[in-house]
């Protein structure tokens, strides 16, 4: 990863404004399914947007739509971000 | 014929169903308004008949339409996703109108991706057509069409023309089905070699299993979501050798990491790489999204970190004292003005009572002139017109309620509050979309107990019902407007804003307590889409604005009516069936039922006066349906009152005049009798609704069971400790009601803070699985 210009990163590592690229996700089960079916799929853009008052859950902007998720479901979209230098 | 409205939450399918079948179901922008299939008749039939050339024959079938809740795919995820589900696959629909959201396409495509793999015709209906023209973008039609292979319509839901068009091109494409050109299914074309190998074998083994919908089932089989053939166990057996046969052959394409073929993963994927890499850019000429930009500046307040829940407390008090506020904006209060300004709903009310007042008066007038007998007078001004109109005053301020909650659903907000609410409700076993059947429950617990369907946990449809009666209904509203305009008039905004406060608070000490009893070990998801704001429409308002008021006029001439009548001849008769004397009423069977049951309210405050069996009565009426607790009271107080009291305030025998010269509450208990009501066992409808959702008796029992303790108990705190303050005036009674409310605030804080911790932590049993494979992949 040193020598790469893409980091690796959780969604739920982001700050408000950051956006970057979905690499996979680490869920199995209904919530994996939930999440691919509503975008969430490998390569797409995220933006996130905000964080919810009290600090979770928080607001993604990802194909051109509103999307709301908790912390621990953004724990489970491992991303790709280009590094800030 | 039956044609299905299939499409993603919030797409327009209920908006388009009532424009083609003239219904009014209710619509709302937010996701997961309508939760059960809905039928109706294609109202028009002519332009079809002269589509098909056909004049003189129109054509003898009937269209059927079907309005389904909303789906982001066909693997459902909730319970009433299931329903749109089961219907499209099993049901066969002959036709499938899919909705797609212009203005969303990338997602709403998805689904239609799916759509096409099912062995039903499908027509595209592109919906919100009108904002794409309004914001300046560009969807070329005929191309999408190319693309998916099946026709598309560009509509705008709220347009009967568009309709009609759409209903022509559906009748036409059922004929020429498949159309030409028709190149469905997108997925099973596109899979990469080895896969689509395998992808062919299962279809081959579906195929000669004889079962319906083949690709559908295929691919469904390919992602371990074949709930329709679990009963073929021979199949499935067959397809996991075929698919480990595959995942161990050395043909898996370089890259893919996992041992296990992710075809889930892989199958998403190549459908939204469909519509990116080849729908859209042929598609979208031009793309402008204003009004996701101009969503944004209104979330800047409304979902700001600071001002975000002061700005959703804001909201509510400003609907309360629009509707119940004596002294309108405080101009009295604060010395702008001498004489105060009534509020809107307030104005309103006193239009309506002199309107009754004068309306029974001419009545009762006519009635002697016309020589009736005494008793006819009594059971019509008496019973009827008394106990009715006390139900009637208060409709504008019910139906200035239903307005408020109306624009609320319409313009977006709602998922907002979802989302501002997830957080703190979570301490209490809910998800934030509990809070959208919980705040329709401010409006009428029936829709709202259905509303739980959105709710992807069973532990938490359960619980999130429970609380639903809670949030005080639009009848009830009736009960809280005659308290506080007899005992509380001028702080009547504060008083019904700390009832309504007070359902909430004792909602959610209530959630705790289940939460650490009954419904342990309660997790849930939550994922949802936050929809563009949108102005109110007109249209949907008053549709459902008239809704309500007919719903409200039929309750008030059906059940309230003779339920009155009942009242009144079980109030003027003893169990010997004997007509009592005037004022003796006491001694009638109803009198007598209400007093040998007072002890049971008795420490509660309200029923300790002989004569207090009436407000009993009328909480027992309230279980038949809300709006009778004030219909009952003044069937029961009113008569009596023009009889034996001479100090009757000119002119005025409405029931609040009648409350307040009889003395029937003091503040205490005119609090206690509101909070018992407000939390005890609602409607019989409702309740109805609760047993049809919970779906077992124990259940039920169980739920009616805690109703009645909660409501009990509470009110009997209240009444006790309030009891203390020698006299209590309404300052105080507003300020001990929102100090109960903080003390139990700061109970529930520190109670759940001490799980702070938890929400953070890694290697936790919340979040354990997660949390820890995160962080593992993250050392790496
Ligand atoms: N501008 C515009 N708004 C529309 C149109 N069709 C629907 N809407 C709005 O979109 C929102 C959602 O409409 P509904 O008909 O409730 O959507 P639905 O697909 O039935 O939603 P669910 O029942 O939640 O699945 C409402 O606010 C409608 O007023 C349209 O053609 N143009
Ligand atoms: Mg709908």
Same mark, same amino acid.
Request: hydrophobic content about 25%.
């Given at each position: 990863m040193l020598f790469s210009d893409k980091m690796a990163k959780l969604l739920n590592q982001f700050k408000a404004g950051e956006r970057g690229k979905v690499e996979k996700l680490t869920v199995a089960g209904p919530l994996r399914r939930r999440l691919l079916d509503m /975008?969430?799929?490998?390569g797409t853009e995220i933006i996130f947007k905000k964080v919810a008052?009290? /600090?979770?859950?928080v607001e993604l902007t990802i194909r051109g739509y509103k999307l709301a998720i908790r912390r621990a479901e953004a724990e489970a979209v491992l991303m790709k971000t280009e590094d800030e230098r | 014929m039956k044609f299905a409205l299939v499409?993603?939450?919030?797409?327009?399918k209920t908006t388009l169903f009532n424009t083609l079948t003239g219904s009014s179901a209710r619509v709302g922008n937010?996701?997961?308004?309508?939760?059960d299939k809905k039928e109706g008749l294609y109202k028009c039939r002519a332009p079809l008949a002269l589509e098909r050339g056909g004049g003189d024959n129109p054509p003898a079938t009937k269209i059927h339409i079907v309005d389904l809740p909303g789906i982001?795919?066909?693997?459902?995820?909730?319970p009433e996703e299931v329903i749109a589900r089961q219907f499209i696959v099993?049901?066969?629909?002959?036709l499938i109108i899919n909705i797609v959201d212009a203005t969303n396409l990338e997602r709403n495509l998805y689904l239609t991706t799916q759509l096409l793999e099912i062995d039903i015709p499908v027509v595209v209906a592109l919906n919100m057509m009108d904002v794409i023209k309004r914001e300046g973008a560009e969807i070329d039609v005929a191309a999408l069409s190319g693309k998916l292979g099946v026709p598309v319509v560009p509509i705008s839901a709220l347009k009967a023309g568009d309709a009609r068009t759409l209903m022509g091109k559906a009748v036409e494409t059922l004929e020429y089905?498949?159309?030409?050109?028709?190149?469905?299914?997108v997925v099973a074309g596109r899979f990469p070699s080895p896969f689509a190998g395998l992808y062919n074998d299962v279809l081959q083994q579906v195929m000669a299993h004889g079962i319906g919908h083949p690709v559908f089932h295929t691919i469904k089989l390919l992602e371990n979501d074949a709930i329709e053939l679990l009963h073929d166990t021979g199949l499935l057996t067959a397809i996991q050798q075929r698919k480990l046969q595959f995942e161990h052959?050395?043909?898996?394409?370089?890259?893919?990491?996992?041992?296990?073929?992710?075809y889930e993963a892989e199958i998403a994927d190549l459908r939204y790489k469909f519509i990116t890499n080849e729908v859209k850019p042929a598609v979208v000429k031009r793309y402008r999204n204003n009004s996701l930009s101009q969503s944004e500046k209104i979330d800047?307040?409304?979902?700001?970190?600071?001002w975000g829940l002061p700005a959703f407390l804001g909201i509510l008090f400003a609907v309360f004292h629009l509707i119940f506020a004596a002294d309108f904006l405080f101009l009295k209060r604060l010395g702008v003005l001498n004489e105060s300004v009534p509020s809107l709903g307030v104005l309103l009310q006193g239009y309506t009572e002199s309107l009754q007042t004068f309306a029974g008066e001419q009545l009762s007038g006519l009635l002697q002139s016309a020589n009736a007998a005494p008793w006819a007078t009594g059971l019509l001004v008496d019973g009827l017109v008394n106990g009715v109109c006390a139900v009637l005053t208060f409709l504008p301020q019910i139906l200035l309620l239903f307005l408020f909650l109306s624009i609320l659903e319409d313009t977006g907000y709602m998922a907002r509050v979802a989302f501002l609410m997830d957080r703190p409700l979570r301490r209490f076993g809910?998800?934030?979309?509990?809070i959208l059947p919980m705040l329709m429950g401010f409006g009428c617990s029936v829709p709202a107990m259905m509303g739980t369907?959105?709710?992807?946990?069973e532990k938490e449809k359960r619980l999130t019902l429970m609380l639903i009666?809670?949030?005080?209904?639009g009848a009830k509203l009736a009960i809280w407007s005659i308290i506080v305009a007899t005992m509380f008039p001028d702080n009547a905004d504060f008083v019904v804003f700390a009832i309504y406060a007070t359902g909430v608070a004792v909602a959610v000490l209530a959630a705790l307590a289940l939460k650490k009893?009954?419904?342990?070990n309660n997790r849930s998801n939550f994922v949802l889409e936050l929809p563009v704001y949108r102005l109110p429409r007109i249209k949907n308002t008053s549709l459902y604005l008239w809704e309500k008021l007919k719903g409200f006029l039929i309750t008030v001439t059906t059940i309230v009516a003779a339920a009155t009548i009942v009242i009144w001849f079980l109030q003027n008769f003893n169990f010997r069936f004997e007509l009592l004397e005037?004022?003796?009423?006491?001694?009638?069977i109803l009198g007598q039922i209400g007093s040998s049951i007072r002890w049971v309210f008795a420490p509660l405050g309200?029923?300790?006066?002989?004569?207090?069996w009436k407000l009993i009565v009328a909480i027992l009426t309230g279980l038949i349906a809300k709006e009778l607790v004030v219909a009952t009271m003044g069937v029961l107080y009113i008569p009596g009152f023009s009889e034996e009291a001479?100090?009757?305030?000119?002119?005025e025998s409405s029931l609040i005049a009648v409350l307040g010269a009889l003395s029937v509450f003091s503040p205490l208990t005119a609090m206690t009798f509101m909070i018992f009501n407000l939390l005890s066992v609602p409607c019989f409808a409702a309740v109805a609704t609760a047993f049809a959702e919970l779906k077992s008796i124990k259940w039920t029992l169980f739920t009616l069971f805690f109703w009645f303790t909660t409501a009990w108990t509470v009110s009997f705190i209240v009444y006790q400790a309030g009891a203390l303050f020698s006299k209590m005036n309404v300052a105080t009674a507003v300020v001990f009601l929102l100090a109960l409310s903080i003390t139990g605030g700061s109970i529930v804080y520190a109670v759940t803070h001490k799980n702070n911790r938890k929400y953070r932590?890694?290697?936790?049993?919340?979040c354990g699985e997660k949390c820890s494979a995160g962080s593992r992949r993250m050392e790496n």
């Open positions: /975008g969430i799929t490998p008052p009290l /600090g979770d859950p | 499409g993603n939450p919030n797409s327009g937010w996701p997961g308004v309508t939760v982001y795919s066909l693997s459902p995820y909730t099993e049901e066969k629909p002959d089905w498949p159309p030409a050109g028709h190149n469905r299914p052959s050395a043909t898996i394409p370089a890259g893919a990491s996992h041992p296990a073929v992710d800047r307040l409304l979902t700001h970190r600071v809910l998800s934030g979309k509990a369907r959105t709710l992807d946990n009666p809670f949030f005080s209904c009893t009954v419904f342990k005037p004022g003796d009423s006491a001694n009638s309200f029923a300790q006066t002989p004569d207090s001479a100090q009757t305030p000119e002119g932590c890694s290697g936790c049993d919340e």
